[in-house]
């Protein structure tokens, strides 16, 4: 069994920074592709970064395009770097795993594994 655990999230102010951590426990990290899905309140959960299995290929969301940034080291951890962070960021960030597949993947019921979130929270 896989799992995931997330950690990094915290309270910050308007145009601050935060990185968020995903740590996996699995041996064969390096063949998931990864996402990073955020949900506030009200509000349908969205994907804002995803990266394929290699970390060639990465995806961000236009809300948060030149801004956050997802990375993978060869270990076993997919990185969210959050920059310029706004009001509007607040949500349960949560990282996710892909067992298989070459690209990433945007929607929620493309992956395997889920971690249990973070909280960010942005003051203005």
């Known amino acids: 069994q896989v799992q995931l655990v997330e950690s990094g999230g915290g309270l910050v102010q308007a145009g601050g920074s935060l990185r968020l951590s995903c740590a996996t426990s699995?041996?064969?990290?390096?063949?998931?592709?990864m996402g990073w899905f955020r949900q506030a309140p009200g509000r349908e959960r969205e994907c804002v970064a995803a990266?394929?299995?290699?970390?060639?290929?990465t995806y961000s969301a236009d809300s948060v395009k030149g801004r956050f940034t997802i990375s993978r080291d060869n270990a076993n951890t997919v990185y969210l770097q959050m920059n310029s962070l706004k009001p509007e960021d607040t949500a349960v960030y949560s990282c996710a795993a892909r067992r298989s597949g070459t690209y990433y993947y945007t929607t929620a019921n493309e992956y395997d594994y889920w971690g249990q979130g973070t909280q960010v929270t942005v003051s203005s």
């Open positions: 990266i394929s299995w290699s970390g060639h290929r």
């Open positions: 699995g041996r064969t990290f390096g063949s998931y592709a």
